[in-house]
Structures are given as C-alpha cells and as structure tokens.
C-alpha cells in the first residue's frame, strides 16, 4: 500500500523558513518521480514542484528561487525547503505522486505565513 506522510507545516513570520518533509512507503521510491502541490483556502489545488528519479526538479513560477525540492533514496523521503516566505504561500501542502494512473497524496501538512 502507498503511504505519503507530510511533516514540518507550522505558522511562520513573512520572510521566513519551513522545511517540509514527506515520509514515503509502498512502492520503490528512487525510481518515481515526486511532487509537491499545494491548496490554498477556497482554491483548487496547485503544483508547487517536481523531481523526477534523476534529481531534475521544476517549480512553479511563484516559488523559484525560494522553494527547494530534494529527495534522500536512502531515507525514503521527500524535502521541501520554503525560504523567504509569503502570505500567499499559506496552504496546506502535500506531497504525491502518480501511481497506477491515479493521483496519490498524503494527508497534507499546513503551512500559514502571517505576522
């Protein structure tokens, strides 16, 4: 069974950092590529950023710069680190992926950026 657990969500000041982690089990993870999406209140939900089984990663316009995907094989898990952080980055986020043709998350770990 594929499990997605996310981690390391909280409230944070404008400007600062969260590392979001994403414990991953059920399947051979060095070989799919993962993601990280997001959902705002009252909006659908977003991708934030990819990385496929070589390391390549992609991130939306909004985050570049300030967001980094990176993944640890031999941990099986899944990081995001949010630096310079907006009020508009609060959401709550999950990591993914595509598994038998279907969209697979976690539960989700909520991030919230206000002072």
């Known amino acids: 069974e594929v499990q997605l657990v996310e981690s390391g969500g909280g409230l944070v000041q404008p400007g600062g950092s969260l590392k979001l982690s994403c414990a991953a089990s059920g399947f051979t993870f060095s070989s799919v590529g993962m993601k990280w999406l997001r959902q705002a209140p009252g909006k659908g939900l977003e991708w934030v950023s990819i990385i496929n089984s070589r390391g390549g990663r992609v991130y939306t316009d909004s985050v570049k710069g300030r967001f980094t995907i990176s993944r640890d094989n031999t941990k099986n898990t899944l990081y995001l680190q949010m630096d310079d952080l907006k009020p508009e980055d609060t959401a709550i986020y999950y990591c993914?992926?595509?598994?038998?043709?279907?969209?697979?998350r976690g539960q989700g770990t909520q991030v919230t950026v206000s002072s």
């Open positions: 993914a992926i595509d598994y038998s043709g279907a969209l697979v």
